[in-house]
Structures are given as C-alpha cells and as structure tokens.
C-alpha cells in the first residue's frame, strides 16, 4: 500500500469546517504556493470576496487570513492605547 501519501493537513480545510463530502474536500487543498505566491486553490473560497479588502479569486482569503483586516486590527489595538496614555488627568 503506497497510496497514503496524501497528510490530513493537505486536504480543503474550508470545505471540511463546511461539511463538504469527503470526495469533494479530498479533491483539493485551500492553498497552493505557486512561485512564491499563496494562491487559493479552493473554488469555494474562490466564489467569496473578502469584505475587507476585496480580494477573489485565486486572491481569496477568509477574514482572519486577510492582510488588511490583520493592520485593521492592530490599528484598534493602537488607537486604544493612545486613548488610554492620551488621557490628562
Ligand atoms: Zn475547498
Ligand atoms: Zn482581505
């Protein structure tokens, strides 16, 4: 038996939290890196625009993987602080 060369970890995480078949998530994986590039290979996540930095496509990310919306966050986290030290007492 060779044929258990394909690791868990391979398999379309997306279409798995999803509940997809296993034919259907086994088919293929979320990512692939193509020439240093992370493209998204699932055409799940291909079909979604992230509604922060409008990336599609092989561009698609989910919201917590987004650049943007990572900066986004630690924009709050600043703003929050300078709030906090900003305060005159
Ligand atoms: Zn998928
Ligand atoms: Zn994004």
């Known amino acids: 038996m060779r ?4 690791v868990a970890g391979e398999w379309c995480r997306l279409c798995r939290n999803n509940g997809e078949t296993f034919e259907v998530l086994s088919s293929h994986t979320l990512h692939a890196d193509v020439v240093g590039t992370r ?3 699932c055409p799940v996540l ?8 409008g ?4 561009l698609a990310q989910t919201r917590s993987h987004c650049p943007e919306g990572r900066a986004a966050s630690v924009m709050l986290q600043l703003k929050k ?9």
């Open 81 to 89: 602080t300078e709030r906090r030290s900003g305060r005159i007492v």
């Open 39 to 41: 493209l998204t290979t």
């Open 55 to 58: 990336a599609t496509g092989v």
């Open 3 to 6: 044929t258990r060369g394909f």
């Open 46 to 53: 291909q079909q979604l625009m992230c509604d922060i930095c």
